[in-house]
């Protein structure tokens, strides 16, 4: 028999309201307790951003430069990243269970560089994602592209199977080359994934009215990385995408590719998450590439 319920008066503190703080990360604050716990281990909740690693590039592309061995290359700096961006494929054969970050699983495929890279169409279900532990899934989406409208549905079929586990999507904004990087453009393609549903969105930095881009967008932005720079300057376009309103940078090949990716992605940190300036952060980039510090924090 269980024993009596205790004599003692009961503790409620009618005096004290039920705390309700909002949730932290931007439009995020009627998502389900399950959606924003996953949001939680991508975005810092003590930033509120975050530092994804992407290293998802040969799902079209092959083994792209520096990622020939994912074990070797981005294994040792991964935990120096919040999240990480990836496909099943490489995450099952490479990335260690006991990783602790954010996992982003890229869901859309299908073309080779050989061919034209908007005709995508979904590549994973949801259900392998939510089997394999990701804080979200990926999609392309090609405003302006040959494939435009198959891959917005693309992003509205994953956003509808997502829902129903609670697992965010993110809706990254493909730019072909033949489209301008500029902020009408990247705000009309940003803006159009977060109203069709996507609870992140990822695109590039633009040098004018990039905090128009953040600012037009329900949801957060993070920065894509893009090709390769030199690390100062690569440091300097992620302190301007913070100070404008990006949410956190995803970068690949600018951390991958650089002489230094543990140096690399810890000056990163320091900018996304502590707001260093790029010149300081440049500097511990330098002193960890020559040895004069440690890789740790």
Known sequence: MPEADSATPKQFQPDIPVAQ???????????DWGMQNRLS???????????????????????????????????????????????????????????????VLRASGGPSILKELSNELLAMDVEDA????????AVQVYVGGEFETQTVHNLTKLVDAALRYGLPVLGVTAV?????????????????????GAQVVKTYYCEAD????????????VMAGGKKLEELAALRMADQ????????????????QSDSPTGMIQAVRRIV?????????????????????????
């Not at 939510?130 to 899934?137: E, F, K, Q, S």
């Not at 990039?210 to 932005?221: E, L, N, R, S």
């Open 210 to 221: 990039f905090d128009q881009v953040t600012a037009g967008c329900p949801v957060p932005i």
């Open 130 to 137: 939510v089997r394999l532990g990701a804080c979200a899934v």
């Open 176 to 196: 072909g080359r033949d489209l301008v990087r500029d902020a009408r453009y990247l705000g009309l393609a940003t803006r159009i994934c977060a109203e069709l």
């Open 41 to 103: 281990r991508i975005f810092r909740p003590e930033t509120g951003r975050t530092v994804m690693l992407a290293f998802d590039h040969g799902y079209f592309q092959g083994p792209t430069t520096g990622l020939e061995r994912v074990d070797l290359t981005i294994v040792p700096i991964a935990p120096y990243a919040d999240a990480l961006m990836l496909t099943r494929g490489i995450l099952r054969a490479a990335i260690p269970s006991s990783a602790q970050n954010g996992l």
């Open 21 to 31: 703080a909002p949730f932290y990360v931007k439009g995020a604050n009627s998502y």
């Open 241 to 256: 995408a913070i100070a404008e309103g990006a949410a956190g940078v995803d970068m690949g090949r600018n951390i991958f």
């Open 273 to 297: 998450h502590d707001r260093w300036t790029p010149e300081d952060a440049y500097e511990l980039y330098r002193s960890i590439r020559s040895g004069a510090v440690g890789g740790g924090e």
